[in-house]
């Protein structure tokens, strides 16, 4: 049995995450999310895996459908396309409202031309139920290059993308996300929440100081 004091979870943020838009389309609606986890499993034949957080729309979406584009984002992506697919439920928001690209796949879902270097579109062979997240393992079936610049790392939009939180006017008690800064406000904190934004959950919160 694993003893969780030996258990750093801040260790977790160490590993090497890129960040990603993974997008989908329904009958009705194109769709898309941010996610940590995404990486080539096989190259024969040629396969990706990525893990989505079963409290995304797009995840739903996948499920029905299968299919997904995953748009790996760049350094020079700026705050405000982390806020757009990431801080916002695709249930009651249209994510590509306000943007001026209408660019597709051969697949027919939209992918992100901007601040991205790469593209890869892929259709589920697989997928497993990991308790908050479900793996899928697909089939690549295009893939792009669009620019030659860096892609983003987890530490890299921690040092040079989020903005850093700001300290509330008044003293209060609570809890901040560490990936979106939401602020919970309590004296304590529920093991099962879920930060409404970003969608972590309680052990990526701290408390305010």
Avoid: W
């Avoid at 960040?19 to 609606?29: I, P, Q, S």
């Avoid at 299919?67 to 396309?81: E, M, Q, R, W």
């Amino acid at each position: 049995m694993t003893n969780n004091s030996s258990i750093d979870t801040t260790a977790m943020n160490k590993l090497s995450y890129g960040l990603f838009v993974l997008t989908t389309r329904n009958d009705k609606n194109d769709n898309g999310c941010i996610i940590n986890t995404a990486m080539q499993l096989t190259s024969t034949p040629l396969r990706v895996s990525i893990a989505v957080n079963k409290a995304n729309f797009t995840h739903d979406i996948i499920v029905k459908t299968g299919v997904f584009n995953v748009s790996i984002l760049a350094t020079d992506a700026p705050f405000d396309v982390f806020k757009q697919f990431g801080f916002a439920s695709g249930k009651d928001t249209d994510k590509f409202a306000n943007v001026d690209y209408t660019n597709r796949s051969s697949n027919g879902i939209r992918y992100i031309p901007e601040h991205t270097n790469s593209v890869i579109s892929a259709k589920v062979c697989e997928s497993y139920d990991c308790g908050t997240h479900t793996l899928f393992i697909a089939d690549v079936m295009e893939s792009f290059v669009l620019s030659r610049e860096p892609s983003v790392t987890y530490q890299y939009y921690f040092d040079h993308i989020k903005p850093k939180p700001q300290k509330p006017a008044e003293k209060k008690k609570g809890f901040v996300c560490k990936i979106c800064g939401y602020v919970y406000e309590g004296d304590t904190l529920p093991d099962d929440f879920i930060c409404p934004i970003c969608k972590h959950s309680a052990v990526d919160f701290e408390a305010l100081v």
